[in-house]
């Protein structure tokens, strides 16, 4: 029995007293053991900079999941994996995740989201400082990253240490910002995308609602497909009321808080950037949502990550021009203020209280 659990502590995720220096060269050899030689030349290159060994400080405790890249998809990746460290930094920061709960991943289209290291303030602007989310989900051949567009599959999985380290065949790319995200024809939204940046705001028509949303921190755009877009008769209707389009669409987006797919159903209300009541709906076709009463539209594709928030786009046009001030005036406040305070999840992202660390 005192064999057996000496032997037990050996095989202890972290053992005592281990430095981050010796959990990072422990971890380069297991990546090299693994055949993810360019990785592990990627994870050695953490020691080059002040920012880099704070990363390797941090995988050196708690529990982590790596979406680690194979030799393969490093090979097509335009990142200079020895010239640049904060490239490097970021990049592998975005490829790890705070805890460890794959085996919670429901099926598609339902999509889980776990919050990574990645929180270089030029990459990333979330309410509160958050670091940015990484989304993912299950089919029948097992679990996928829904990174930029496309569906990278996890195909290998291993463990080191306190790390679960799960192979995929691509490098992750970091979501971009807003303009450029609904400008991909990937997400079917390019014609919200040339409407928003037509809107002048009135306090200055050299600024469009796009580049306002674009500068936000912390935004939840319900954004119409084209089809959508090219049937709602309410648009040309409101032209060229620059003021009534800004209600329009104030009423597809709520400001200063990211809200993903986890918490459509969490029990909590939002309020539009025009001060309208989101609802929200499912049924065995999927998931709706209506501004201030108006009509029901079907989320087509949830959860489109961006450097300053989330995009889910839906089917129709929300009907709803009306617009309240202090509702939103109070609702911003109010998302400001639970940002303030916000910790870090290690478990999905806005589907239930986790172990948390402030920042």
């Given amino acids: 029995m005192l064999f057996t659990s000496f032997v037990l502590l050996t095989l202890l995720p972290a053992a005592f007293g281990q430095s981050w220096q010796q959990y990072i060269n422990g971890l380069v050899q ?33 529990n982590w999941t790596l979406f680690a890249p194979n030799n393969q998809a490093f090979s097509s990746a335009p990142i200079n ?23 919670q991943t429901s099926p598609y289209p339902n999509i889980t989201l776990g919050r990574t290291l990645l929180n270089d303030s030029s990459l990333v ?10 989304a993912w989900s299950k089919g029948s051949d097992g679990i996928f990253v829904l990174n930029n567009g496309t569906t990278v599959p996890v195909v290998n999985k291993t463990v080191y240490q306190n790390l679960q380290v799960l192979v995929i065949d691509s490098v992750l790319k970091i979501p971009q910002n807003l303009s450029d ?9 390019t014609t ?28 939840t755009l319900f954004a119409p497909n084209n089809s959508a877009i090219a049937t709602a008769d309410c ?18 987006v709520i400001n200063g808080t990211t ?5 459509f159903t969490n029990g909590n209300n939002y309020t539009s950037a025009s001060g309208e009541p989101f609802a929200f709906k499912s049924n065995s076709s999927g998931v709706y949502v209506s501004s201030g009463g108006s ?37 911003y406040q109010s998302a400001t203020s639970v940002a303030a305070s916000m910790t870090i999840e290690t478990g999905p992202v806005g589907v239930a209280p986790t172990t948390s660390a402030g920042h």
Avoid at 181 to 189: K, L
Avoid at 198 to 205: F, Q
């Fill in 259 to 263: 809200v993903y797919s986890p918490a």
């Fill in 30 to 62: 297991a990546l090299n053991t693994y055949g993810l030689t360019t990785l592990a030349a990627a994870s050695a290159a953490l020691n080059s900079s002040s920012d880099g060994q704070q990363v390797a400080q941090s995988l050196s405790t708690g």
């Fill in 81 to 103: 994996l020895t010239s640049d460290p904060t490239s490097v930094r970021n990049l592998l920061s975005y490829h790890v995740v705070y805890g460890n709960f794959t085996d």
């Fill in 192 to 219: 919200l995308a040339g409407g928003l940046s037509s809107i002048n705001v009135p306090t200055n028509n050299s600024t469009t609602l796009l580049n306002v949303l674009d500068n936000a921190s912390g935004i």
């Fill in 235 to 252: 648009i040309s209707g409101l032209l060229p009321n620059n003021t009534a389009l800004i209600a329009l669409f104030g009423n597809h």
């Fill in 125 to 134: 602007r979330l309410e509160g400082n958050e670091s940015q989310v990484l």
């Fill in 295 to 331: 009509n029901w539209a079907h989320i087509m594709r949830s959860d489109v990550l961006t450097s300053n928030g989330v995009v889910h786009v839906i089917d129709s046009v929300l009907l709803d021009k009306k617009v309240n001030v202090s509702a939103a005036i109070s609702a």
């Fill in 181 to 189: 995200t609904i400008s991909n024809s990937t997400y079917d939204v």
